[in-house]
């Protein structure tokens, strides 16, 4: 056995349709960018899908399009690992495992849930209160020690780390007595842990992509105007005419950064050009300071065309033959399961249940 932790990425999108700008620029082109680096599991979370209603025929498509987007950015399959959640059991196992070491008042400060229950949290399935305890488990099923995220899983993965602490502190025992731990850091201790206490990847110019109608709502699948998104598979027009719209207030752009502040659709558009053209919101201040935004959208819509459009033409054609998406899922579920089930085994031995090797 090992005694340290392989540097592993793991994150995940989940199958709701309407996959838009926020989902590419703040997590799948940082999925595509780690590539080089790291090991990548890259997952379609279906199993976080369900935790909200979905049309089955259309969650079964809405799980290829993710992959599609995955392979269409970049992702490369046979290097890293692409699959969908739901095909790899040790991500349920684990989470129920999770359930009983999370504390309710952990999962009742989740600002998520508080957000998408909405006014009648009674009516809210159990799934989506216990989304953060599935998503540790995601991640921790891989041992993974980076995950790049949007700003908005911020407090989630904070839960993770707290889940990976208190699983390794209750169980320190018999993690030292089964040989399954590694000595890791924590704070100014080495301690002997199983889980390791993942980083978050988060940053960039498009760690929190704005909606388009309101600069103090992030950019969303669920936002109800289609105006407030671009999707993946918008065309040029749609995309021109939906920057064309976005709310913006009537100054021009300042030249420095500073003069971002207290003007949220502004720094938005800038923030998005800056993350599409791979620079920061420096450099585009020092081309577009003093321009009005009658000048700055068109240019802002050409370059989400420009960057946008060959990623929509290809996952279109990977659409086209659902079988080959099909293979590709599978092919990344077996590799997934193998990780996984080591992981989980060693994680029932910890515990102690009966039966849990061979
Ligand atoms: N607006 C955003 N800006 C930057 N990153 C974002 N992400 C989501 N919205 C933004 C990141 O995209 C990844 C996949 O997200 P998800 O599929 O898990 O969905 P979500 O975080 O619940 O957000 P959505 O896509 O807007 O859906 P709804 O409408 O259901 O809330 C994550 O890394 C996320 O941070």
Sequence with gaps: MSNTIPQRVF???????????????????????????FDCVYCVVDLHAVTTWQHP??????????????????IDPEKHIVFNQSQVAAHAELAWIFNCVARMGWLNRMT????????????????????????????????ATHVPVGEDQKQHLELTRDIAQKFNNDFSDRIAATGCGVPMQVGDETVNGYFPLTEPVIGG??????????GSKKMSKSDPS???RIVMTDDADAIAKKFRK????????PSETEGLADRPEADNLVGLYAALAGTDKASVLRDFGGAQFGTFKPALADLAVEKIAPIADEMRRL???????????KQGSQRASAIASSVISDVKEIVGFVGARG
Excluded: C, W
């Design 11 to 37: 994150s995940g999108v989940q199958p709701t349709g309407n996959l838009h700008l926020g989902n590419y620029l703040g997590a799948i082109k940082r999925f595509v960018e780690l590539q080089d680096t």
């Design 57 to 74: 025929v259309e969650l079964t498509s809405n799980i290829r399009e993710v992959t599609a987007a995955f392979i269409a950015s970049g």
């Design 112 to 143: 998520q849930f508080k957000e998408k229950a909405g006014k009648d949290r009674e009516k809210a399935s159990v799934g989506l209160f216990a989304y953060p305890t599935l998503m540790a488990a995601d991640i921790l099923v891989y041992r």
């Design 205 to 214: 110019p498009a760690a929190r992509v704005m909606s388009l109608r309101d």
């Design 226 to 228: 289609d105006l407030s």
């Design 246 to 253: 976005a709310k913006t207030d009537p100054d021009a752009l």
């Design 319 to 329: 659409q086209a033959d659902p079988a080959e998406i099909d293979a590709i899922l």
